[in-house]
C-alpha cells in the first residue's frame, strides 16, 4: 500500500487505526467485504470518499475539499490537520504559524500595529484590560489572518479547485465573506477542550514533541486569556452553525471530524456535472488578475 495512491490508500478515510487498517488489508477478502464486517459506518465512509475520488479523476466533479481546523494552542488543531490530512491524502497543509510569521514580512507595522504583538496583549491599543477591549485587541489582529487565510481558501483552493487543509487561531466567520463560508468545499471545524487540566499537561509536553525550545511557561502563564479567547471563537462557531469538536478523548474526536467531513463529501459527490456561480472572492481575485494582465501586456508595447 502506498500513502496517498491506489485503492487501499482509501482505506485511511475510514478513521480505522492502522492495526484494524492491516486487519483489513489482510483479512483475505475483498476490502468493502472486510469493511463491512468492522462496521456499516466504515464501508460507508470509504465508498463515499472512492466516489469523489472517481468524480473528480474523471473530471466529473471538480470542486475540492478545504477542511479549516482552528482552535487555541495546544487544544490539537495541527495534530488534527495532520490527522486528516494522511487520512484523506491531501498534501498540503497550511499552517498558521508560519504563515502569519511570513506575512509580517510584507505588513506596515504602523498600519497594522497590533498584528505585531503578542495575541494577549492586544487589548493594550484599545485602553484597560476588560473583556471588551481584549476582544477589540484580538479582532483586530484577527482581520489580517482571516482576509489572508480566506485568500488561499478562495483563491488556491475554490478558484483553482486545490484541496488542502488549513489550521490556525485566528478563525473568525466573521470576518469571512457569507458565500465563502457556504461554499460546498470549505469545511471550518472548530476544536475545543473542555478538561483545562488536560490543557494544561498538552502545553506542557509540546516541549518533547512539537516546540522542542520551550515556551510552555510563557503560555501556562497566558492560558486563562487563551481560554477567554477560545470560548468567543466558540460563540461565533455556534452563530454562523460551525461544528465544535471536543479533543479531551483524542480517538472519538479524529472520528468526528473524519465524519464532518465524509458528509460534506457526499454533498460534493452530489454537484457531480455541475457548476457553482463563483463567490465574492473569486470574483474579486480574478478581476486583480485581469488588471494586472493589461498593465503587464501595456508594459510590454
Known amino acids: 500500500m502506498t500513502i496517498y495512491n491506489g485503492k487501499e490508500s482509501l482505506v485511511l478515510c475510514t478513521g480505522l487505526s492502522l492495526k484494524e ?38 473530471e466529473q466533479l471538480k470542486e475540492p475539499v478545504l477542511p479549516l481546523i482552528a482552535a487555541f494552542p495546544c487544544i490539537g488543531k495541527t495534530t488534527m490537520s495532520r490527522e486528516i490530512a494522511t487520512a484523506f491524502g491531501l498534501g498540503d497543509v497550511m499552517g498558521g504559524d508560519a504563515f502569519r510569521a511570513s506575512l509580517r514580512e510584507f505588513i506596515d507595522k504602523e498600519k497594522e500595529p497590533a498584528f505585531f504583538v503578542s495575541m494577549y496583549e492586544t487589548w493594550k491599543m484599545f485602553g484597560e484590560k476588560t473583556e471588551e477591549n ?141 457548476e457553482l456561480e463563483k463567490t465574492t472572492m473569486q470574483k474579486k481575485y480574478e478581476e486583480e488578475r485581469l488588471k494586472a494582465k493589461g498593465k503587464k501586456e501595456e508594459m510590454g508595447k
Not at 454562523?240 to 468526528?256: F, L, N, Q, R, S
Open 21 to 58: 487498517i492491516g486487519e483489513v488489508l489482510n483479512s483475505g477478502k475483498g476490502i468493502e467485504e472486510a469493511l463491512k464486517e468492522k462496521g456499516e459506518k466504515y464501508l460507508d465512509r470509504y465508498l463515499t470518499w472512492e466516489k469523489y475520488k472517481e468524480l473528480t479523476e474523471s
Open 134 to 274: 481584549m476582544i477589540k485587541g484580538f479582532n483586530a489582529q484577527a482581520k489580517i489572518a482571516n482576509q489572508s487565510m480566506e485568500r488561499l481558501v478562495a483563491d488556491r483552493g475554490i478558484r483553482d479547485g486545490e484541496s488542502m487543509v488549513y489550521e490556525y487561531l485566528h478563525f473568525l466567520p466573521s470576518q469571512y465573506q457569507k458565500d465563502t463560508l457556504e461554499h460546498p468545499s470549505f469545511i471550518p471545524i472548530v476544536l475545543t477542550l473542555k478538561d483545562k487540566e488536560i490543557w494544561k499537561e498538552r502545553v506542557k509536553s509540546r516541549i518533547k514533541k512539537t516546540h522542542l525550545k520551550g515556551g510552555a511557561q510563557r503560555l501556562l502563564d497566558a492560558l486563562d486569556t487563551y481560554a477567554f479567547f477560545q470560548k468567543n471563537m466558540e460563540r461565533e462557531a455556534k452563530e454562523y452553525g460551525i461544528p465544535i469538536v471536543a479533543t479531551d478523548d483524542w480517538g472519538k474526536a479524529v472520528d468526528e471530524c473524519i465524519g464532518i467531513i465524509i458528509k460534506r463529501v457526499k454533498k460534493l459527490n452530489a454537484l457531480a456535472g455541475k
